[in-house]
């Protein structure tokens, strides 16, 4: 299989992790660009430049910044090569997601998704497309200072950060109604609603929990239910520290997606 060819869009904590990842993999990849919104380390690139001109040679789109972004630049991405996803938060909006995936299934191109730290993720998708999956609840715990939210949900973790042990429900409901108000925190969610393709954003159920004794854990918590009682529960417990958005071993999760997405077809596709 020929080198893959790959633009970083983000490089944060987990754009440097994956790009020194790749970089390791000389064989496989070759990352050709890193656009970023800040600019200030050599070889990065601001967001103006991320052209139609300069995508001619990229195979692969690797986003890691911030849904805005593939709201913003899809479009242009998915015209020019395949476009990984990684915040799929934006697919909330589902007059974007329509529009990206019919745009991926026109011009051959991939649409990844990747799965996160959703564990199950594949057994959840099976179950979706034979129609078994009656239900999907995903619950996330994290520290108070690990959120980056929108109002309300801000003014509740602020209160939630004077609570000594007590843990706050920051929202309960459709992920749909969730992604918008921490776009950065409920990818894990976002990845469960594109899996279960025959419940969608509005039918799989968020629940979102502010814990302060979460000192040294993300956790996600996976319950899937299916006909006549069939029930699978999961608990994830990922290390982190209080303030760090992903957990450590989401990063190799991205990862492994990445290298996983060589062999998905063309289309939107969780990997």
């Not at 496989?28 to 995508?55: D, H, Y």
């Not at 026109?106 to 497309?129: E, F, S, T, Y």
């Not at 706050?168 to 409901?173: K, M, N, Q, R």
């Not at 992920?175 to 393709?197: E, F, I, K, Y």
Request: hydrophobic share 40%; with cysteine; aromatic share 8%.
């Amino acid at each position: 299989m020929a080198k893959l060819r790959v633009g970083f869009i983000g490089y944060g904590h987990l754009g440097k992790f994956l790009v020194k990842k790749l970089r390791e993999l000389p064989d496989e990849f070759e990352v050709m660009k890193i656009w970023n919104r800040s600019v200030e380390e050599p070889g990065v690139q601001g967001l103006e430049t991320l052209t139609a001109e300069n995508l001619n040679d990229i195979d692969l789109v690797i986003e890691v910044a911030h849904p805005k972004i593939i709201a913003e630049y899809g479009e242009l991405i998915l015209e020019h090569c395949d476009l990984f996803a990684g915040s799929p938060t934006c697919f909330a909006d589902q007059e974007l997601l329509e529009k990206l995936k019919n745009l991926s299934l026109m011009h051959a191109r991939r649409l990844l998704v990747p799965a996160g730290a959703l564990w199950g993720a594949n057994d959840i998708q099976k179950m979706a497309d034979v129609g078994n999956l009656k239900g999907l609840t995903v619950t996330m715990i994290k520290h108070p200072t690990s959120f980056k939210l929108g109002s309300p949900l801000f003014e509740i973790n602020e209160k939630a950060k004077l609570q000594e042990s007590e843990e706050t429900i920051l929202y309960e409901g459709s992920v749909r109604g969730l992604c918008p108000l921490a776009p950065n925190n409920v990818n894990t969610m976002a990845g469960g609603a594109l899996a279960a393709t025959n419940l969608g954003f509005d039918k799989v159920k968020a629940k979102l929990i502010s814990d302060p004794k979460m000192t040294d854990w993300h956790v996600v918590e996976v319950r899937v239910e299916g006909d006549d009682g069939f029930e699978v529960i999961t608990r994830r417990n990922n290390p982190a520290k209080p303030g760090a958005v992903t957990g450590q071993l989401t990063y190799y999760s991205f990862l492994s997606s990445i290298k996983e997405s060589r062999y998905k077809p063309s289309g939107i596709q969780l990997c």
